[in-house]
C-alpha cells in the first residue's frame, strides 16, 4: 500500500535529512568564506572561521624600541619603555619571554632578570620596561615572544587590497567587468542559436533530423579539453584566437550541444494543438517560434542560462587558453585570483575576499532564477 500514488512514504524522514544535509555543506563553506573575508591574516592563522566572534590567542615576536634614540638614564642605569603594541590594539598579553626556548617564561607583569643587572617587565596590555647598563641598553631593541589574547577584528582592508590594488589593470575591479564581458554574451549567444535549432528540431520536418538529434546528443559526451588546440589552431587561423571573440565563440560551440538537447526536450512537450492552430490561422514558422514557442518555454531557456552563466562565470580553461594576455587588459576574475595568491599561496584573506567576490554575482543569478531551474532540468522526462 505504501507505493500506491496519494500515500505518504515511509522515507520521507530519509529525504528531507538528505535535503537539510546538502543545504547545510552548501551553506558552512559560503557563511565561512564571507566571514573569513572580513577577518585579518592573524586570525585566520589562529582559529577558524566559526570562532570569529571569541578571542583568538595568538604568538607574536616584538621588538622593544630603538634603545639609542629611546633610552632615558636612571642613575647609573638606562630605561627604555613604552608599548610593544601598535596604538590603539586591545591585545592581552598573558604570558611572555625573551627566548624562542621558553616563550612561555614569564607571565604577564612579571620582572626577568636577564643577568648583570639588566631586567625586563612586560605588562598584560603591552606596556614594557627594559633596564640596564650603558652596555647593555644599545644597539637593537630587545626581542620579546608574547602569547596573547587578540578580541574580535573585521576590516574591509580585504576588500580595498583586492578591488583597488594597483593600477587599473591589476584590480579585481577591472577583472570583474572583464569576465561580465565575457560571461554575458558567451551566455546570450548559445541560448539565440540552441533556441532556433531546438525549434527546427521538434517541430519541423525535414531529411535528417533524427541523425543531427543523434549528433547534438554525441556531442554531449565529447570531453572539452578533446577541442581545444584543434580549435584554437582554427582560432589563430582565422585571426580571432586572442580576444573576446574567440572566448565566445569557443563558449558557444562548447554549451550548444546542452543547450539544444534541453530545448528540444522541452519544446517537444509543447501541446500541438497550438502550434497547430496558429499555422491553420496562417502564422509563418518564425512567427509562431517567437509568440508562441520562446514563451512557453521560458523555464527551459532560464534553466540553461543558470547552467551557462555558472560555467562560464567561473571557467579558467577556456579564458587560459582563447583569452591569451601579457598585459592584463583582458584578465578574467578566475585567473586574477591566481595572480593575487601569487606563485607561494599563503594569502587566505586575499583569497577568501576574491573568492567571494567571484561568487557574489552567481548567487545573485541562482536565487533570482532558480524557481525555473527545476521545470527546465525536467524538460521532456514526462510526458
Known sequence: MDNIAGTKSSLTWAVHIATLALVLLWIFPTVGLFVSSFRTVDQINSSGWWASLSAAE???????ADPDENRVADGDMFVVSGNLFEDG???VISVWGTSSRAIDAYVAGETADMGEGESMTVAANGDYEWRGTDEQISGRGQRIFVTAEAPPEFTLANYEQVLLSGDRTDSMAKAFFNTLTVTIPATI??????AFAAYALAWMDFPGRALLIAMVVGLLVVPLQLALIPLLRLHLGIGIGKGYLGVWLAHTGFGLPLAIYLLRNYMVGLPRDIIENARVDGATEFQIFTKIILPLSFPALASFAIFQ??????DL????????????ETTVMTNQIVELLGTRGGNWEILATAAFVSIAVPLVVFFAMQKYLVRGMLAGSVK
Do not use: C, H, M, Y
Open 309 to 314: 552563466f555558472l560555467w562560464t562565470w567561473n
Open 189 to 194: 549567444i548559445p541560448i539565440v542559436v540552441a
Open 58 to 64: 595568538q604568538n607574536e615576536v616584538l621588538r622593544a
Open 89 to 91: 590594539s586591545e591585545k
Open 317 to 328: 580553461l577556456v579564458a587560459k587558453v582563447f583569452l591569451i594576455d601579457a598585459t592584463g
